[in-house]
T-cell receptor, first 110, second 116 residues
């Protein structure tokens, strides 16, 4: 079993939809959680960074962490065609390396 | 303009050749990383360096080598011993090597290596 599981998709939604992207993990020591966005043939860029459980909001993006269920989510409101990309979750424990999910490909249709 | 640069963007290698991928950062970060990305897989750590003149193997170091002679530079050599080198290679850096608050990794634009 992988330490971090992420559905590769692809996920296709109409413009304006609410998108939900998710990851599950097995290591209860993880406490730093990140979401990266990666456009085709580009490097990943950090979208959201959260510590421990709870929600964090930044514009149209909300990151949610449920440590009791070992489950993290990224919500995108009012999705736009420019949101079409691969979204990678990543997580780490204190002092240890960062583990990345395989990424979910998202397509937002105009 | 602070950031991470990688060159070349595309690289073609013949069987039996060694090739070197460049990574430079001007973020004054202590830690630098090399990852390999294959379709349908997460980023896999090849090597990382927490400080100049020191580096450690990651999960898939076989067939690769690195050096860290300067803080801003962390080149990766893909040797002929790497059996399946065709992939997208990503360099990253962070303020320090230890994970923790506000120590997220920032990535370069990547180098796509193809073996002919």
């Amino acid at each position: 079993q992988k330490e971090v599981e992420q559905d590769p998709g692809p996920l296709s939604v109409p413009e304006g939809a609410i998108v939900s992207l998710n990851c599950t993990y097995s290591n209860s020591a993880f406490q730093y959680f990140m979401w990266y966005r990666q456009y085709s043939r580009k490097g990943p860029e950090l979208l959201m960074y959260t510590y421990s459980s709870g929600n964090k909001e930044d514009g149209r993006f909300t990151a949610q962490v449920d440590k009791s269920s070992k489950y993290i989510s990224l919500f995108i409101r009012d999705s736009q065609p420019s949101d079409s990309a691969t979204y990678l979750c990543a997580m780490s424990a204190e002092g240890f390396k960062t583990i990345f999910g395989a990424g979910t490909r998202l397509f937002v249709k105009a | 303009d602070g950031g991470i640069t990688q060159s070349p963007k595309y690289l073609f290698r013949k069987e039996g050749q060694n090739v070197t991928l460049s990574c430079e950062q001007n973020l004054n970060h202590d830690a630098m990383y090399w990852y390999r990305q294959d379709p349908g897989q997460g980023l896999r750590l090849i090597y990382y360096s927490q400080i100049v003149n020191d580096f450690q193997k990651g999960d898939i170091a076989e067939g690769y080598s690195v050096s860290r002679e300067k803080k801003e530079s962390f080149p990766l050599t893909v040797t002929s011993a790497q059996k399946n080198p065709t992939a997208f290679y990503l360099c990253a850096s962070s303020i320090a090597g230890r994970t923790g608050p506000y120590n997220e990794q920032f990535f370069g634009p990547g180098t796509r290596l193809t073996v002919l």
